[in-house]
């Protein structure tokens, strides 16, 4: 049986197929939402500028793993690849995709001029899980050679959207 | 290491001293072992798996276990198919993939699981404790490797059902998951023709997105145009495989 894990960007007919997954980590989010949010990062804004989905899969085809990218214009650092919403699912052998995004990550990075990747954490994911996942994921971060620097705040409007 | 005069004659430390290649344990006839992430595991490796692992025994439509149920074990297929299911938020059923021998079940998992699994016949099943399962997939990176190397959970499964459900119309599907369950069937050292169902139209109709009727419909036009043959109610024969796979991929 052949073990290997495979980068392959997701397009629109695999979309669906990487579904179960999403579902799987965040159980309320459905195949339109999913499809909404998915459809514009698989263009990219010009050749230079790449984004899309990348997907781990294994040899029989089936996705175990998925990050968006983008290479994004830094004031500082130039051409900086940013990757988030990281989705691993909570399986044995979890390490194993995890060794296949960050191989992913860094090879487009090398494609595309980048000196610095920057990986954001899953904020999309249901509170239980993101605290959970969250403890793994910084661990796996580290392990894979990141350092947390800077600091992003974040102010939710819900409640005053939903005042007004 | 050789016999020794002293050495009780029937525990099963004296069987493995005598006998230690004899020594019969469920692995040793299991069927689908070949087929299995289990496959991969040697001598050493199987036995530590088997210390912590029970065989249980399904009745036909009985729970395995239910969706939001703590996820305390983790299950191999080994005898007979299992449904996996989610409840919908409006009541309704939503079956999400089936399970055969050598299929691992409850993989996919938090704290609770994340859907209802049902036996379709009589089923056997190899229990694991999830987190003694885990302690020793710590020490066993073939079986974790070959575990997700493997088209056999229920996250493969529900992909699957993806890809099905994306088949415009409901002869394409119908098709393909006939010929999704013959591919299963062959990785897993089953004939793949004929193809066997051990699911119910109704369930097939859910798993598929579509309603008895149109089922039944789609079952009834491949049978007209002689490209299946119905052996009875659980058993579909192949006629013409290449132009169902033609179907299948809109043709």
Known sequence: ??????????????????????????????????TRFAKPHLASRSPDWPRGLMTIQNAAGYILGLFVFEVRDDLYEKRVLCIDNIIIPNIPGRDAIWAGVVDAAEHIAAMNGCRTIRAGLADDLEPGARDRDQTW??????????????????????ARHAAH | MPPTKHAPRFSVEAQQQHHSLHLVHPCDTCAVRPYSACAA???????????????????????????????????????????IYKLLSDGRRQITGFLFPGDFLGLTHNETYAYSAEALGPTKLCRFPREKLEGLLDDMPSLEQRLLGMASHELAAAQDQMILLGRKSAKERVVS?????????????????????????????????????????????????????????????????????EIATGF
Request: glycine share 6%; proline share 5%.
């Open chain 2, 177 to 245: 998951f006939l010929l999704m369950l013959s591919n299963s069937a062959v990785r897993h050292g089953r004939p793949g023709n004929p193809v066997s169902l051990p699911m119910t139209r109704n369930d097939m109709g859910d798993y598929l997105g579509l309603s008895l009727e149109t089922v039944s419909r789609a079952f009834t036009q491949l049978k007209t145009q002689g490209l299946i043959q119905l052996l009875d109610e659980r058993q579909v024969r192949l006629i013409k495989p290449d132009a169902l796979r």
């Open chain 2, 41 to 83: 595991l040697n001598p050493d490796e199987q036995k530590r798996l088997v210390d912590i692992m029970k065989t249980v025994e399904i009745d036909a439509h009985q729970a395995i276990f239910n969706e939001f149920d703590k996820a305390q074990h983790v299950f191999n297929v080994t005898e007979g198919a299992v449904k």
């Open chain 1, 137 to 158: 994921l910084t661990g796996s971060l580290e392990k894979a050679g990141y350092s947390f620097e800077g600091m992003r705040a974040i102010k939710r409007l819900e």
């Open chain 1, 1 to 34: 049986m052949d073990e290997r894990l495979t980068p392959r960007l997701l397009d629109k007919t695999t979309i669906d197929r990487a579904f179960p997954l999403v579902r799987n980590l965040a159980p309320d989010i459905t195949l339109e939402r999913w």
